[in-house]
DNA sequence: GCCAACGTTGGC
DNA sequence: GCCAACGTTGGC
């Protein structure tokens, strides 16, 4: 499967993600049952566009790989967490978080007016009216489309 | 189980 | 900053 995972620039950046220790990170503080179940849907190595939202030019900005699968997710245990859910705990974790890898980061921003231009990616979730999802699945002849315009 | 109220997301 | 759309909460 291929993916799409939002952040916002001013918590997370696509230069945050290279910037850390072989541009790993963990994708953790996703509160959403829809989104945290594609998180955990999520294979070794599969790949994922990264996603800026909020932020002056929403859009695609490049491409992580999933390095390690779902395991939970520990800034919900943590109450100095933003993310702190008293709701989880340890022994029946709520969220989940992976751990990705940058992989490609586009010379130029895929925008989303760019991607809405595109009748053949009009389907995608992410294009869909009020969709807020932050992580979803995206068609394989969605991901080559969107690979090419980054060419 | 319904649904109003609320908080959040995210484009504009 | 605005606000439409959405998900969640909690009273009943």
């Not at 503080?29 to 566009?49: H, I, T, W």
């Not at 974790?93 to 992989?103: F, G, K, N, S």
């Not at 979730?125 to 068609?139: E, I």
Request: charged share 25%.
């Amino acid at each position: 499967m291929y993916w799409l995972m939002k952040s916002e620039p001013t918590t997370f950046s696509i230069l945050d993600l290279k910037s850390k220790p072989q541009s790993r990170d963990q994708w953790e503080g996703v509160r959403n049952y829809e989104a945290r179940n594609y998180l955990k849907a999520m294979k070794q190595d599969e790949l994922a566009f990264f996603y800026h939202s909020n932020c002056t030019v929403p859009g695609i900005v490049g491409i992580m790989k999933v390095t390690r699968t779902a395991w939970p997710d520990r800034t919900a245990f943590d109450p100095s967490s933003a993310y702190f859910d008293p709701q989880s705990i340890s022994e029946n974790p709520r969220w989940y978080c992976v751990e990705v890898e940058l992989i490609s980061s586009f010379s130029k921003i895929i925008s989303l007016q760019q991607l809405r231009r595109l009748s053949s990616l009009s389907r995608m979730r992410l294009l869909q009216k009020g969709s807020r999802l932050s992580v979803m699945p995206v068609r394989e002849a969605e991901w080559e489309m969107i690979l090419s315009l980054a060419a």
